[in-house]
């Protein structure tokens, strides 16, 4: 992590080697789809600075609702197992399956295809994991306009407009498990553009479907997750809160009200 202490060398370099597996699992996967950055919360802010700690924690919904795509670890239960090791894990199969053998020539991959006839019952296997159950997640997820989630048993693709899995990719079902964190842009869809040049006040019915959303698709679910620090309780949402804000003209919010 980034302290005041290395922050100098930081700056000019972080070794590849002494990064967590997940954090290199992270960079092999930001290379591969061709993305030239990659914000770690860790790296990219001082973690023992009150000050930046406060600047960047306030920012949070700036960085995740910009951003390109989200890479969740959902399988992993700390850092130094790799988003790689998590899932090969937790894919062995619990009894014997049919199988066959996959070599793509044109990518030099090599693997092995476990075929499963009972799908819906399997697919209890891809729940959510440690990752759901931290409370800085979830603004992470419902900011986010793509995510890509490496659950237990399968990668797992959603943005704005699908959800889809690894195991039916084609079709537009939603996830194997319950999708409570209903992505902010599917909510406000219905909202005019902002435009500087002129106030838009919303309705009525506008309001009341923001507010329901917050309370239900956000704060009743945040309320059960954790926190490391307890002072972080109200900091940890406060980009979705700035994020649903626009949208509601209100005085403000105090401690989610």
């Known amino acids: 992590m980034t302290v005041e202490q290395n922050l100098r060398s930081q700056c000019e370099s972080i070794s590849f080697d002494r990064a967590s597996a997940t ?28 000050a930046d700690w406060r600047a960047e924690s306030s920012a949070m919904d700036y960085v995740y609702r910009n951003a390109d795509v989200t890479l969740a670890s959902e399988a992993s ?56 159950n931290r409370g800085w997640t979830l603004q992470e997820e419902i900011l986010s306009p793509r995510i890509l989630r490496f659950a237990k048993q399968q990668v797992l693709w959603k943005c704005s407009s ?40 919303p309705s009525k019915d506008m309001r009341k479907h923001v507010l329901s959303f917050w309370y239900m698709g956000v704060v009743n679910h945040y309320v059960g997750r954790l926190v490391t620090y307890p002072r972080d309780r109200l900091m940890a949402i406060s980009g979705v809160v700035e994020a649903i804000q626009g949208y509601l003209l209100e005085p403000g919010c105090k401690a989610g009200i």
């Open 23 to 50: 954090f290199r699992d992270a960079v092999a996967i930001t290379r591969k789809l061709g993305i030239r950055y990659l914000w770690i919360d860790a790296l990219c802010i001082i973690q023992d600075s009150d």
């Open 77 to 132: 239960p700390r850092s130094a197992i790799g988003i790689e090791e998590s899932m090969r894990n937790a894919r062995a199969p619990s009894s014997t399956l049919a199988w066959a053998s996959v070599h793509c020539v044109s990518k030099d991959l090599r693997g092995k295809i476990y075929f499963r006839v009972d799908y819906d019952k399997a697919a209890g296997w891809t729940s959510r994991g440690p990752l759901s």
């Open 162 to 201: 699908a959800t889809r899995c690894e195991w039916r990719p084609e079709e537009g079902r939603q996830y194997p498990y319950r999708d409570f964190a209903q992505t902010l842009h599917q909510t406000v869809q219905r909202f005019p553009q902002a435009d500087p040049d002129y106030e838009v006040i």
